[in-house]
């Protein structure tokens, strides 16, 4: 092989690389702008919060609002999660109403979903009737109609 051929070769797999590199940074900042755009609001966090407890703590969920306050507050394994998601130990407290100051109804010891359908209505919030939105145990939120949010929260209380 001769030295061009080789020299050829060693600059093609020091672009692939360099490219590699790009890229990998590139798709890592544009997954973690989507998991901070899917955790703007308080009631997005909150409902983030609660589904990490499931992951790491408990399937059943928190018992009650200073359980999950706690696991926020005492557990180390989550740093890189609240950051992802852009949520400081220190403002949790905040999440428990929504960007008005009007409380944030959180129904607790909801099981995780056992399947991709069985996600269960955790956390409400409306400020009006136009924006009705619900948090699910599988950490996603919706906003809902008036009808549809009276519907999932009956089913909350009734499993409750």
Known sequence: MSHLTRGVQLITVAVAIVLLVGCTKSTRDSALDGIRERNRTNLQKLTT?????????????????????????????????????GLKREDFENC????????ITVFYGVREPAGPKAAQP???????????????????????????????????????
């Open 49 to 85: 919060s609660y589904s990490m407890y499931h992951g790491f703590v408990s399937s059943g969920g928190p018992k009650s609002a200073d359980d999950l306050k706690k696991f926020i507050a005492d557990n180390p394994g989550i740093e890189v999660h609240l950051q992802r998601i």
């Open 122 to 160: 955790i956390i409400f919030s409306g400020s009006s009737v136009e924006t009705l939105y619900v948090g699910f145990s599988d950490a996603s939120v919706r906003e809902v109609s008036l009808e549809e949010y009276e519907e999932l929260l009956a089913l909350a209380k009734k499993k409750k």
């Open 96 to 103: 428990f109403a929504d960007e008005d100051g009007k409380p």
